[in-house]
Protein backbone atom coordinates (compact mmCIF):
# COMPACT_ATOMS: atom_id res chain seq x y z
CA UNK A 1 0.00 0.00 0.00
CA UNK A 2 1.07 3.78 -0.94
CA UNK A 3 0.23 6.21 1.28
CA UNK A 4 -0.30 9.86 0.95
CA UNK A 5 -1.35 12.11 3.89
CA UNK A 6 -2.05 16.59 4.27
CA UNK A 7 -1.98 17.63 8.25
CA UNK A 8 -1.72 20.97 9.38
CA UNK A 9 1.37 21.19 10.65
CA UNK A 10 3.67 18.81 12.65
CA UNK A 11 4.61 21.60 14.97
CA UNK A 12 3.45 20.82 18.37
CA UNK A 13 1.82 23.56 19.36
CA UNK A 14 0.21 24.13 15.91
CA UNK A 15 -0.53 20.62 14.49
CA UNK A 16 -1.69 19.70 18.21
CA UNK A 17 -2.90 15.39 18.36
CA UNK A 18 -3.84 15.56 14.75
CA UNK A 19 -0.70 16.69 13.22
CA UNK A 20 1.20 14.01 16.16
CA UNK A 21 -0.66 11.18 14.91
CA UNK A 22 -0.58 11.90 11.18
CA UNK A 23 3.32 11.88 11.95
CA UNK A 24 2.60 8.47 14.21
CA UNK A 25 0.76 6.69 11.40
CA UNK A 26 3.59 7.57 8.92
CA UNK A 27 6.83 6.78 10.52
CA UNK A 28 4.90 3.58 11.28
CA UNK A 29 3.96 3.07 7.92
CA UNK A 30 7.80 4.03 6.89
CA UNK A 31 8.89 1.34 9.53
CA UNK A 32 6.78 -1.43 8.29
CA UNK A 33 8.48 -0.92 4.56
CA UNK A 34 4.88 0.91 3.24
CA UNK A 35 5.79 3.65 0.71
CA UNK A 36 4.26 6.68 2.59
CA UNK A 37 4.58 10.50 1.87
CA UNK A 38 3.26 13.28 4.55
CA UNK A 39 2.72 16.75 3.53
CA UNK A 40 1.97 20.11 5.90
CA UNK A 41 2.13 23.50 6.20
CA UNK A 42 4.89 25.02 8.89
CA UNK A 43 5.85 28.07 9.87
CA UNK A 44 8.63 29.62 8.70
CA UNK A 45 10.94 29.53 11.67
CA UNK A 46 10.03 25.85 12.24
CA UNK A 47 12.89 23.54 10.89
CA UNK A 48 12.31 19.91 11.89
CA UNK A 49 12.25 17.71 9.50
CA UNK A 50 11.30 13.81 8.77
CA UNK A 51 11.92 11.20 6.55
CA UNK A 52 9.53 11.47 3.39
CA UNK A 53 7.85 14.45 5.07
CA UNK A 54 7.36 17.70 3.11
CA UNK A 55 6.22 21.20 4.65
CA UNK A 56 4.91 24.37 3.08
CA UNK A 57 5.65 27.66 4.60
CA UNK A 58 2.87 29.48 6.02
CA UNK A 59 2.07 32.72 5.33
CA UNK A 60 -1.46 34.88 6.27
CA UNK A 61 -3.16 35.04 9.62
CA UNK A 62 -1.10 32.17 12.29
CA UNK A 63 -4.24 29.76 12.74
CA UNK A 64 -5.29 29.92 8.31
CA UNK A 65 -2.90 27.36 7.65
CA UNK A 66 -2.29 28.54 4.33
CA UNK A 67 1.24 27.95 2.40
CA UNK A 68 1.05 28.88 -1.07
CA UNK A 69 2.86 25.95 -2.55
CA UNK A 70 0.85 23.65 -1.19
CA UNK A 71 -2.00 25.21 -2.65
CA UNK A 72 -0.47 25.87 -5.89
CA UNK A 73 1.23 22.29 -6.22
CA UNK A 74 -1.07 19.98 -4.72
CA UNK A 75 -2.62 18.41 -7.72
CA UNK A 76 1.12 17.45 -9.14
CA UNK A 77 1.86 16.45 -5.81
CA UNK A 78 -0.90 14.25 -5.43
CA UNK A 79 -0.71 12.67 -8.53
CA UNK A 80 3.37 12.54 -9.10
CA UNK A 81 3.49 9.94 -6.28
CA UNK A 82 1.11 7.11 -7.71
CA UNK A 83 -0.18 6.83 -3.74
CA UNK A 84 -3.16 4.25 -3.35
CA UNK A 85 -4.48 5.79 -0.52
CA UNK A 86 -4.74 9.31 0.49
CA UNK A 87 -5.94 11.16 3.37
CA UNK A 88 -6.95 14.97 4.39
CA UNK A 89 -8.61 15.49 7.33
CA UNK A 90 -11.49 17.75 7.26
CA UNK A 91 -11.85 19.22 10.71
Do not use: C, V
Amino acid sequence: MKHLHFTQSLEPLQGGGLGRAALDLHLQLLKDGMLSRLFATRSRQFEQTWQETQQFARSGPPKAYFARGLADGWPKLMWSTGMDFMFIPTG
